[in-house]
Each structure stands twice: as structure tokens, then as C-alpha cells.
């Protein structure tokens, strides 16, 4: 089982704002970057959010990220169809020396 | 255009091996630290394995340590994924994944599938 942990799912209209928690610890979330992955049913995940609140090029702005102690979110504002997905938190952990991802959480677009 | 492609997936036997491999182009390989990630079948994503851009430093989860081994070979832009005494919870789809300078899996490939039953 995942270190950290994330609502298996949330849901919400378009146009909606939707947001995703992932909880840790201080051997990872504490001390450590948190990354978060967008992957789609059958096909590779996606790298959405790096270094705790940076988009990579190309991810849309309506995508962001934020980290408080050992607790991080993921906000997606003016929910869209193609957003429907699952998406997963991830970090270092120092005690366990592994990367870990989070359980995952899956988003419906209602 | 950055590419990963794995291969080497397959039916095999409990207690069996199967050698993974990830083919790379379009990136200066040797500069980057790799990764193998798995997911099996309807469920989440985990962390397998890293090394380094020269392949000095390994990391392993503890699920697969002292069983599986992690390699390269820069001058075949190539990374591999050694996997001995295999199990039915070892049935996954294996992505290999390039660490971004900035932190982060930026590129992942297509995954190969892997499938422990006798």
C-alpha cells in the first residue's frame, strides 16, 4: 500500500473547480519535491505538475498545485471533459529511499 | 522528438526471468537518471526501480529488491530492466520513464505488459 495517501475519486460539471489532496509524511511530502501525473485509461501517464506548483509546457493553466507540510493539492478550476482521468501525487522518501506514488484518485466529469 | 520504447514483455512462468528493455532516441541519454514504473491491472501506479545517468547509483523498491536489476547501456541508448523469480503480483504493465532535469518523469514510454501465471 501507497505511503502517500488520495481520495479515490471526485467529480464535478464543467466548468467546476475540482481539488485533489494527498497526504504524507515528513520522510516524504516534508522533505521532498511533490510531483503529480495525469494518465488516462490506456495510455502512459503525463507529467502535470513538477516541483510542487510548476507546469511543464503545454499543461494548461487551469492546472495547479500547491504543498503545506506534509499535505498536497492538486486544483483543476473550469473543469473540462478531457480532464476526466486519474491523477496521482508523488515525492521522495527519505526512510524508505524509494519514489513513491500516491494511491490515485479518479476524476469524472459529470 | 524524445522517444521510449519498451520491449521484452511477455508470458512467463512463477520463478521465471524476463529481460525488459527501453529503447531511447532523440535525448542525450547518458545525462539522464531512468526510471521503471509499473501498474498492474486496474491499479495504481508503482515506483520499480532508478539509476543514474552513468549507472553508478540504484534505487530499488523493496518489493522487487534482490530480484530484479536495473541497468544501461549509454552507448546503446538503452535501459534494462532484469527480472528473476518472478511472481503473480509481478503482472503489470512496466513503463520505463526519463527524470526531468526539473524534477518529475517528463517522458514516459508505451509500456510493455508482463504476465506471471502457470
Known amino acids: 500500500q501507497s505511503v502517500l495517501t488520495q481520495p479515490p475519486s471526485a467529480s464535478g460539471t464543467p466548468g467546476q473547480r475540482v481539488t485533489i489532496s494527498c497526504s504524507g509524511s515528513s520522510s516524504n511530502i516534508g522533505n521532498n519535491i511533490v510531483n503529480w501525473y495525469q494518465q488516462v485509461p490506456g495510455t502512459a501517464p503525463k507529467l502535470l505538475i513538477y516541483?510542487?506548483?510548476q507546469r511543464p509546457s503545454g499543461v494548461p493553466d487551469r492546472f495547479s498545485g500547491s504543498k503545506s507540510g506534509t499535505s498536497a493539492s492538486l486544483a483543476i478550476s473550469g473543469l473540462q471533459s478531457e480532464d476526466e482521468a486519474d491523477y496521482y501525487c508523488?515525492?521522495?522518501?527519505?526512510?524508505?529511499?524509494?519514489?513513491?506514488f500516491g494511491t490515485g484518485t479518479k476524476v469524472t466529469v459529470l | 522528438e524524445v522517444q521510449l520504447v519498451e520491449s521484452g514483455g511477455g508470458l512467463v512462468q512463477p520463478g521465471g526471468s524476463l529481460r525488459l528493455s527501453c529503447a531511447a532516441s532523440g535525448l542525450t541519454f547518458s545525462t539522464y537518471w531512468m526510471h521503471w514504473v509499473r501498474q498492474a491491472p486496474g491499479k495504481g501506479l508503482v515506483w520499480v526501480s532508478r539509476i543514474s545517468g552513468d549507472g553508478r547509483s540504484t534505487n530499488y523498491a523493496d518489493s522487487v529488491k534482490g530480484r530484479f536489476t536495473i541497468s544501461r547501456d549509454n552507448a546503446k541508448n538503452t535501459l534494462y530492466l532484469q527480472m528473476n523469480s518472478l511472481r503473480a503480483e509481478d503482472t503489470a504493465v512496466y513503463y520505463c520513464?526519463?527524470?526531468?532535469?526539473?524534477?518529475?518523469?517528463?517522458?514516459w514510454g508505451q509500456g510493455t505488459t508482463v504476465t506471471v501465471s502457470s
Open positions: 508523488a515525492a521522495w522518501d527519505d526512510s524508505l529511499n524509494a519514489y513513491v
Open positions: 516541483i510542487n506548483n
Open positions: 520513464a526519463r527524470q526531468s532535469r526539473r524534477d518529475g518523469m517528463d517522458v
